[in-house]
C-alpha cells in the first residue's frame, strides 16, 4: 500500500463536519489530555466543543505517523502539525456522502502504523464516519432499519 498526507481542504472538511457533532463524545485516555490544554482533565470530550485547531492537529499527526510508518524518514513538512489553522471556506454545502469518502480516504491514508486504531485521530475519524453514515440513513426515502433483516426491505 502507498500512503500520502492528506491536503489542509481534506483536514478542514473533516474538522468542519465534527464542529457540527455536539452530541457525540470522544473518549480522551490519561497520556492524551495534554493535546487538550494544560485544564483539560476530563475523561470525555464532545466532539463539536473541541477546538478545530486541536482537531485538524490531532488528526493531521496520525496522518504523519501512518506516512513515517510507510516511508520510514519524511521529507513531509511536519510544521504542518504545528502551524494548522481551522479554516470553514466553502465547506458548508458539502453532504453527508461527501464527508464519507473523505473519511475513507483520510483511513487509507493513516492505516500504516501499528496501534493506528487505538490512535486519537483514528478515533476522531471514526466519529465523523459514524455521525456521517448515520445521518445519510436517516435521510435516506425508504426506511433505514438498526438491523437488517430481508423482511426489512419489503
Known sequence: ???????KDHIDLLVYYAMQQDGMSLRIEPGERANFGPYFTSEY??????DPNVLGRLLIET???SFEARYGSTSTDED????????PTRLAGLGDADVINAV??????AC??????????WR???L???????????????????EFTRASIL
Open 112 to 121: 500504516e502504523h501499528d496501534g493506528h486504531e487505538s490512535d486519537i485521530g
Open 80 to 87: 504542518a502539525v504545528i502551524e494548522y489553522r481551522f479554516d
Open 128 to 146: 465523523i464516519l459514524y455521525a456521517a453514515a448515520t445521518s445519510l440513513a436517516r435521510r435516506t426515502p425508504h426506511k433505514v432499519t438498526w
Open 1 to 7: 500500500m502507498s500512503a500520502f498526507m492528506v491536503s
Open 45 to 50: 470530550a464532545v466532539l463539536g466543543r473541541l
Open 104 to 109: 475513507a480516504c483520510y483511513q487509507y491514508q
Open 124 to 126: 476522531i475519524s471514526e
Open 63 to 65: 496522518n504523519l505517523r
